[in-house]
């Protein structure tokens, strides 16, 4: 079974699941802001993917924070970033089959499980 983490409330995330759904796929959504974070989970994201592709640089949440915070990012202080405000994390992240696949695309969920 798949497991979608992110956010409720985002386009994203429901375009995501309206695909998941229409598919009949089944999956598990993670809700961040309802069910917490894992800083153990969001540390091997970060050894596997890198802060880079995790962090969402075009989002508001990113663009709220200091230039100085923003110019320094690292391993150490993208986790931080993760753990105090989920909503910088690029949306969706779905697991299948230890697949990881950040942000949604339908042709990329259509390789996924066909």
Same mark, same amino acid.
């Not at 917490?36 to 989970?41: F, I, P, Q, S």
């Given at each position: ?42 540390? *091997?994201?970060? *050894? ?28 150490? *202080? ?8 989920? *909503? ?27």
């Amino acid at each position: 079974m798949s497991i979608m983490y992110g956010i409720k409330n985002c386009d994203t995330i429901k375009k995501a699941k309206k695909w998941l759904e229409a598919e009949n796929i089944e999956f598990t959504f993670h809700d961040y802001k309802k069910e917490g974070v894992d800083e153990a989970l969001f540390k *091997s994201w970060i *050894s596997e993917l890198g802060w880079e592709a995790l962090i969402n640089r075009r989002g508001t949440t990113w663009r709220k924070l200091p230039d100085e915070q923003k110019e320094n990012m690292n391993d150490t *202080s993208a986790l931080a970033a993760m753990l105090d405000n989920p *909503s910088i994390i690029k949306r969706p992240l779905l697991i299948h089959n230890g697949q990881k696949t950040l942000g949604f695309k339908a042709e990329e969920y259509t390789a996924i499980y066909k």
